[in-house]
Nanobody, 126 residues
């Protein structure tokens, strides 16, 4: 069975950093794209970053470009989201999601991702 488990969220001051983790199991990790999405109360779900399988190509939302970095460790079967220079507007629940298309790319549409983690809360506040 496919499982995605996020961790690493918490409370941080503006300008601070956090690293989120998404531990994956139940599929051939190298073959599929995994993305990070976020949703704040009253807001639509937003794609944040995504990384493809073995070639590790990455895409980012304009709002986080230059501040966030996505990576994946094939040995540990974990995807990370390093978040620097955090802003109040980054406050949201963050989810990782698997796109179950073999060798697929990273569309910015959550409806094309088939498996989701439970989410981890990130709060940026002074």
């Amino acid at each position: 069975q496919v499982q995605l488990v996020e961790s690493g969220g918490g409370l941080v001051q503006p300008g601070g950093s956090l690293r989120l983790s998404c531990a994956a199991s139940g599929f051939t990790f190298d073959d599929f794209a995994i993305g990070w999405f976020r949703q704040a109360p009253g807001q639509e779900r937003e794609g944040v970053a995504c990384i493809t399988g073995s070639d590790k190509k990455t895409v980012y939302a304009d709002s986080v470009q230059g501040r966030f970095t996505i990576s994946r460790d094939h040995g540990e079967k974990t995807v990370y989201l390093q978040m620097n220079s955090l802003e109040v507007e980054d406050t949201a629940t963050y989810y990782c999601a698997l796109r179950s298309t073999y060798g697929g790319d990273c569309p910015n549409n959550g409806g094309l991702y088939d498996y989701w983690g439970q989410g981890t809360q990130v709060t940026v506040s002074s």
